[in-house]
Structures are given as structure tokens and as C-alpha cells.
């Protein structure tokens, strides 16, 4: 989906293309608000459909510099979701990471919270500042909170 090398720049407006076709091709599971993007994946999913959301996920929130994002996971198989840590990983390395970006986790289960755990731990050597919460309105609140 992403060019890489230094040899390869895209303009403003190839970046908007690329983020609004992956805002519908994952039309499912992505929602755009004003103070945040949210990845939705509570509904049962098989996972290389995680890993695929993780990516483009990722992806959207490097190429439009989204400042607040918030994941949730469902209770489908807890190890797919060490795809987020390998999707932001890879397009930071490759893009750099948006400044001043924060990411609310929502682990719905105790599977997942503990893959979540191992991701912040992963996250914070990276820069990335994440933080795991139990439910949605939790997240939002810190999300919205943050200066």
C-alpha cells in the first residue's frame, strides 16, 4: 500500500488519496471523530483480517499525522493482535511517527490485555505513547484530555 525508499515522495494529495481509500476499503472497522480515529475490532475476526486492519490502520495514522487514536479488540484470538505492534513498528521506521501520537488500547478480554501489556511495554521503547484501558468511555475521556 506504501511506497518506501528515499527515493519515493508522494504529495499532500496522494497521502489523502491513500488515507481515504483505506478509510473505505476498512469502512467496517474504522471511524474517524474530531478528537480521535478509532480501529473497532470487538466483532469476531479471523486474523490475517486483523493483521490487514492493524496495517492499514497504521498506515492511515502515519499518512494523515493523526495525533489520537483508540483501538478495541474482541475476543477472538489474542496473539493477532501483536500485529498492531508490528504494523506501527514498521510504518514509524519506514514514515517516522506523527508527533505528539497517543493510542488508547481497549482490551475487552484477559487474553488480550496481557498482549496488550507486552505491546505498551514494546510501544514505550519505541516512543509511542499507549495506555490500556476496560471500556471505551475510559479511553475517550484520556484521549480528549490529553494537551
Known amino acids: 500500500m506504501c511506497a518506501s525508499g528515499p527515493s519515493v515522495r508522494r504529495s499532500a494529495g496522494r497521502l489523502r488519496s491513500v488515507a481515504d481509500n483505506i478509510l473505505q476499503e476498512h469502512s467496517r472497522f474504522v471511524v474517524e471523530s474530531p ?23 497504521a498506515t492511515l495514522c502515519t499518512e494523515k499525522n493523526v495525533p489520537r487514536a483508540l483501538v478495541a ?3 477472538d484470538v489474542p496473539n493477532a493482535h501483536y ?17 505528539g501520537f497517543n493510542l488508547a488500547l481497549i482490551a475487552t478480554t484477559p487474553p488480550v490485555r496481557e498482549v496488550y501489556r507486552a505491546i505498551e511495554r514494546d510501544f514505550r521503547i519505541l516512543g509511542i505513547h499507549s495506555k490500556i484501558f476496560d471500556d471505551e468511555a475510559q479511553a475517550v475521556d484520556w484521549l480528549q484530555n490529553l494537551t
Open 83 to 99: 500485529a498492531l505492534r508490528d504494523a506501527f513498528a514498521a510504518m514509524f521506521r519506514a514514515h517516522g511517527m506523527p508527533g
Open 73 to 75: 479488540a474482541g475476543a
Open 35 to 57: 478528537a480521535y480515529v478509532l480501529l473497532d475490532l470487538r466483532a469476531r475476526c479471523a486474523p490475517d483480517e486483523i493483521a490487514e486492519a492493524y496495517r492499514s490502520f
